[in-house]
């Protein structure tokens, strides 16, 4: 399971080593052997830290709460009495390294040294894990109770999300006591390889292909009406998200195909993990029953005759070596989902030969099968533009060459041609019998300028619809690679990937300006897939001095999403307006990110308008 990486002994020596070093701080150094009596909450200590980090441990007690023999084998265990001290967990995981010979049930003594893993790496910015390495494992008996879990609700969980770390440690938290009465994190960090329940939960980030889930305890949290929690700003990351994870085999148990808005119903039991891909984690002995509640994927309405209907769909990495499927799906999504809209920005279309790095840069193949299957599902025989890029300088997958495309209805809309664009000319913008127009069309924006570098360079395009003009600029940003977790020990997390991204957007909003300096009221539509919210410093940059308007913050707060990333619903794709576009009806079109089902990731988004 990609959430479930080897530790493997160098790993743990390398973590160890900064640990001494100062990187995780409240951290011991010590290598000498403990002579008291150790009990699992002294491991954990009341710090995210060990405070015997480094050292060996002899014949620590503890019942055995589950196993897991793939991945990062080891086993949890827990000590049935405790200390009384909500901020020291009672249960912590033992790393193995081959399968385990341990039973859940099993009353064990385990002797080994006291590490933190940081899954994911040191550089990730990631919590670490405290578990015994290296150990030598007694089995005392077998067919013991396993331990009462603790169980989590609404009500145990704070609303308050994390303390702020200290600045004397580089922002980290790792130093900080635990306050699990205070802050979210803390609470979870207090249950580290603790045996926890939950009860009936609804589904907030749909199941995927490495098993996993996820679901809130707190239903009323920042939901919205298909049953997601909606990430609506920096401050609230929704503190009763928790990933869910099964032990149970699956040939022995199929996990769960779940939807956003269905309910993992009755008791899932089993120990809080902490790993790379979503932080803590409820890894299930027991699994609940999921309830089916029927999520629907939405259709947007047909546009008016009087109406132009542009829309942006990231098709993650389209080419022709994708089955016919997918090419099939995706066509009936722009006919029945997207009723078909008039201007299709598509983002991530990849080229003729997809991965092969052979130096193709070409889409035509990719596009040609694709409006095919429009047309075949009952579409419109959709033209496109496009400006092919530079082989291997636009970043995403290497040998994909992925690239924006405009698709456009010829019946309904013209494009209006200017030769010349090619992957290294920027276009300009001029004054055409009072009105602005491109010096290219279809052109790219400043290609040359470094907020582009190995990254995707924006599309602009004039179009004509009923005798109006209309600019259409289309984007794939920079993605969020690199950024720390939420959950991560430095608090706030680094967003470091938002210094491309701000880059990027104040190049747009620059040329959006000269726009606007050569025909005050002209229609420009800046749109795809921004790879940011709403609120970000990015759509600020965007939306400077009031050269676009995110269309997104018109609609209700419980509905500004197009993307689902560990249980947080949040925008990422988006269409902005100048001011020339009064009146507008703005969708975003829920049809993959809630699904385990997805032909993309993304949910496309569609704008109407009169010119």
Same mark, same amino acid.
């Given at each position: 399971?990609?959430?479930?990486?080897?530790?493997?002994?160098?790993v743990?020596?390398?973590?160890?080593?900064?640990?001494?070093?100062?990187?995780?701080?409240?951290?011991?150094?010590?290598?000498?052997?403990?002579?008291?009596?150790?009990?699992?909450?002294?491991?954990?200590g009341?710090?995210?830290?060990?405070?015997?980090?480094?050292?060996?441990?002899?014949?620590?007690?503890?019942?055995?709460?589950?196993?897991?023999?793939?991945?990062?084998?080891?086993?949890?265990?827990?000590?049935?009495?405790?200390?009384? $001290?909500?901020?020291?967990?009672?249960?912590?995981?033992?790393?193995?390294?081959?399968k385990?010979?341990v039973?859940?049930?099993?009353?064990?003594?385990?002797?080994?040294?006291?590490?933190?893993?940081?899954?994911?790496?040191?550089?990730?910015?990631?919590?670490?894990? &405290? /578990?015994?390495?290296?150990?030598?494992?007694?089995?005392?008996?077998?067919?013991?109770?396993?331990?009462?879990?603790?169980?989590?609700?609404?009500?145990?969980?704070?609303?308050?999300?994390?303390?702020?770390?200290?600045?004397?440690?580089?922002?980290?938290?790792?130093?900080?006591?635990?306050r699990?009465?205070?802050?979210?994190?803390?609470?979870?960090?207090?249950?580290?390889? &603790?045996?926890?329940?939950?009860?009936?939960?609804?589904?907030?980030?749909?199941?995927?292909?490495?098993?996993e889930?996820?679901?809130?305890?707190?239903?009323?949290?920042?939901?919205?009406?298909?049953?997601?929690?909606?990430?609506?700003?920096?401050?609230?990351?929704?503190?009763?998200?928790?990933?869910?994870?099964?032990?149970?085999?699956?040939?022995?148990?199929?996990?769960?195909?779940?939807?956003?808005?269905?309910?993992?119903?009755?008791?899932?039991?089993?120990?809080?993990?902490?790993?790379?891909?979503?932080?803590?984690?409820?890894?299930?002995?027991?699994?609940?029953?999921? /309830?089916?509640?029927?999520?629907?994927?939405?259709?947007?309405?047909?546009?008016?005759?009087?109406?132009?209907?542009?829309? &942006?769909?990231?098709?993650?990495?389209?080419?022709?070596?994708?089955?016919?499927?997918?090419?099939?799906?995706?066509?009936?999504?722009?006919?029945d989902?997207?009723?078909?809209?008039?201007?299709?920005?598509?983002?991530?279309?990849?080229?003729d030969?997809?991965?092969?790095?052979?130096?193709?840069?070409?889409? #035509?193949? &990719?596009l040609?099968?694709?409006?095919?299957?429009?047309? +075949?599902?009952?579409?419109?025989?959709?033209?496109?533009?496009?400006?092919?890029?530079?082989?291997?300088?636009?970043?995403?997958?290497?040998g994909?060459?992925?690239?924006?495309?405009?698709?456009?209805?010829?019946?309904?809309?013209?494009?209006?041609?200017?030769?010349?664009?090619?992957?290294?000319t920027?276009?300009?913008?001029?004054?055409?019998?009072?009105?602005?127009?491109?010096?290219?069309?279809? #052109?790219?924006?400043?290609?040359?300028?470094? +907020?582009?570098?190995?990254?995707?360079?924006?599309?602009?395009?004039?179009?004509?619809?009923?005798?109006?003009?209309?600019?259409?600029?289309?984007?794939?940003?920079?993605?969020?690679?690199?950024?720390?977790s939420?959950?991560?020990?430095?608090?706030?997390?680094?967003?470091?990937?938002?210094?491309?991204?701000?880059?990027?957007?104040?190049?747009?909003n620059?040329?959006?300006?000269?726009?606007?300096?050569?025909?005050?009221?002209?229609?420009?539509?800046?749109?795809?897939?921004?790879?940011d919210?709403?609120?970000?410093?990015t759509?600020?940059?965007?939306?400077?001095?009031?050269?676009?308007r995110?269309?997104?913050?018109?609609?209700?707060?419980?509905?500004?999403?197009?993307?689902?990333?560990?249980?947080?619903?949040?925008?990422?794709?988006?269409?902005?307006?100048?001011?020339?576009?009064?009146?507008?009806?703005? $969708?975003?079109?829920?049809?993959?990110?809630?699904?385990?089902? /997805?032909?993309?990731?993304?949910?496309?988004?569609?704008?109407?308008?009169?010119?």
């Amino acid at each position: 399971m990609a959430s479930s990486l080897p530790r493997t002994a160098a790993v743990s020596a390398v973590v160890t080593a900064a640990l001494a070093g100062g990187l995780l701080a409240g951290a011991s150094t010590s290598a000498a052997d403990t002579t008291d009596t150790v009990r699992i909450h002294d491991v954990q200590g009341s710090t995210r830290v060990s405070p015997l980090v480094g050292q060996r441990v002899t014949d620590v007690p503890g019942v055995v709460t589950g196993v897991r023999d793939h991945g990062s084998r080891g086993f949890w265990f827990q000590d049935p009495g405790g200390d009384g $001290d909500a901020a020291t967990s009672e249960g912590v995981f033992v790393f193995t390294s081959s399968k385990p010979t341990v039973a859940v049930g099993d009353a064990v003594t385990v002797s080994g040294t006291v590490t933190e893993y940081v899954p994911g790496g040191l550089n990730s910015g990631n919590q670490s894990l &405290t /578990q015994i390495s290296k150990p030598t494992v007694t089995v005392v008996s077998s067919g013991n109770p396993v331990p009462a879990p603790v169980t989590v609700t609404a009500r145990s969980v704070p609303d308050a999300y994390t303390p702020a770390g200290d600045p004397a440690a580089g922002g980290s938290v790792n130093g900080l006591p635990l306050r699990p009465d205070r802050y979210a994190l803390d609470y979870y960090e207090s249950l580290e390889g &603790t045996n926890v329940r939950i009860g009936s939960s609804r589904v907030v980030g749909a199941s995927n292909a490495h098993a996993e889930l996820w679901v809130t305890v707190k239903p009323r949290e920042n939901a919205n009406r298909r049953g997601g929690t909606v990430y609506g700003s920096y401050e609230s990351p929704n503190t009763g998200r928790l990933k869910v994870q099964s032990l149970v085999p699956l040939a022995q148990q199929p996990f769960p195909t779940a939807n956003v808005g269905d309910v993992l119903a009755g008791v899932t039991e089993g120990p809080l993990d902490f790993n790379q891909y979503g932080g803590y984690t409820l890894t299930a002995r027991t699994l609940g029953t999921l /309830q089916d509640r029927g999520l629907v994927r939405e259709r947007t309405r047909p546009q008016h005759r009087s109406e132009l209907a542009v829309a &942006t769909y990231n098709v993650e990495n389209l080419d022709p070596t994708d089955p016919q499927e997918k090419f099939d799906a995706l066509a009936k999504a722009v006919v029945d989902n997207l009723a078909s809209p008039d201007i299709l920005a598509l983002e991530e279309i990849q080229d003729d030969n997809g991965a092969k790095n052979d130096g193709t840069v070409t889409a #035509g193949e &990719t596009l040609k099968r694709f409006t095919d299957a429009i047309a +075949a599902a009952g579409g419109p025989a959709y033209a496109w533009r496009t400006v092919d890029p530079q082989d291997g300088k636009d970043g995403g997958e290497p040998g994909g060459n992925i690239r924006q495309v405009f698709l456009f209805n010829p019946a309904r809309v013209s494009f209006t041609d200017r030769a010349g664009g090619d992957a290294t000319t920027a276009t300009g913008v001029v004054k055409e019998r009072g009105k602005a127009a491109l010096t290219l069309s279809p #052109g790219r924006i400043a290609p040359a300028d470094a +907020a582009w570098e190995n990254s995707r360079k924006p599309l602009a395009g004039e179009f004509t619809f009923r005798g109006r003009t209309v600019i259409v600029v289309a984007n794939h940003f920079g993605s969020k690679g690199g950024d720390e977790s939420i959950v991560g020990h430095r608090q706030p997390p680094n967003r470091s990937s938002e210094v491309k991204r701000l880059q990027q957007a104040r190049v747009v909003n620059a040329f959006v300006k000269d726009v606007l300096a050569v025909q005050r009221d002209a229609d420009v539509v800046v749109l795809g897939d921004i790879n940011d919210f709403e609120f970000s410093d990015t759509t600020k940059a965007l939306t400077d001095g009031g050269a676009l308007r995110a269309a997104v913050t018109s609609l209700p707060r419980s509905e500004r999403y197009s993307y689902v990333f560990q249980g947080n619903s949040q925008v990422l794709d988006q269409i902005l307006t100048s001011p020339g576009i009064r009146h507008f009806s703005y $969708d975003s079109v829920h049809i993959n990110a809630e699904f385990a089902d /997805q032909n993309s990731d993304h949910d496309p988004q569609v704008l109407r308008f009169r010119p």
